[in-house]
């Protein structure tokens, strides 16, 4: 698989609390040129980052992000907000205790609140994989399908753990057919980028495929000057 094949499914990512504007400049400078489906940042950042990339590249931010515990109201409240600063995808988290308690028509009810909060954006459903039992994700690919979000994503990345590929092989069995999927956290190889991709996914949630693709670069570079 060509390396631009992988990097234009790469939803690149920065989402720590210590990120400054320049540090979200800098990923949105890296997406342009790499050709990145989307940056993923914080909300706070929205609106300046949808000024500086000036429509020519896709602005994804997080809701209820990264415990999913706030109110649906909140949560709403959020995406619209989102929204209205210029963000083109929104990845919000499910309340995962509601899943444990299985209220699954309450879960519904609020991804599909949220669906319709982002007027026709994109909406991507966290579920943290890690937390869950294998019945509990295959009663949220259920929940996702019937709400009606664009794709079921398997983490936070600020969790126990992240994307693997037994988790994306079930969503892509028990999914609805109009729903994608997005695995995230801990995508650290293009082997690994690229058999998530082969499995199933759409997007991935990642920082460490565009460095790669920054290393490769610089490396191609140095051999063609002779300094390698």
């Not at 205790?97 to 909060?117: M, P, Y």
Request: glycine share 8%.
């Amino acid at each position: 698989m060509e390396l631009k094949t992988i990097l234009s499914k790469c939803d690149h990512t920065l989402l720590a609390q210590t990120a400054t504007w320049a540090d979200i400049r800098a990923i949105c400078d890296d997406g342009m040129k790499y050709a990145t489906a989307s940056v993923c940042i914080p909300a706070a950042y929205v609106k300046q980052a949808s000024d500086y990339v000036e429509g020519k590249l896709a602005i994804c931010t997080v809701i209820g992000f990264p415990n999913g515990y706030a109110t649906t109201a909140a949560k709403v409240f959020m995406t619209a907000d989102a929204v209205a600063n210029g963000a083109d995808e929104v990845d919000m988290v499910a309340n995962l205790g509601w899943i444990k308690d299985k209220k699954w028509d309450e879960i519904t009810a609020e991804i599909r609140a949220i669906k319709e909060a982002c007027g026709g954006k994109i909406l991507k459903v966290i579920i943290e994989t890690c937390l869950l039992t294998d019945e509990e994700k295959i009663a949220m690919c259920h929940c996702v399908t019937e709400a009606g979000a664009d794709y079921i994503k398997t983490s936070t990345g600020f969790s126990t753990g992240g994307a693997t590929f037994s988790d994306v092989e079930l969503f892509a069995k028990y999914v609805g057919p109009q729903v994608k999927i997005k695995a995230a956290g801990g995508i650290s190889s293009l082997a690994d980028a690229e058999k998530f991709i082969q499995l199933g996914a759409d997007r991935l949630g990642t920082s460490r495929i565009v460095k790669l693709a920054k290393a490769m670069e610089q490396g191609q570079e140095a051999r063609n000057d002779g300094s390698y």
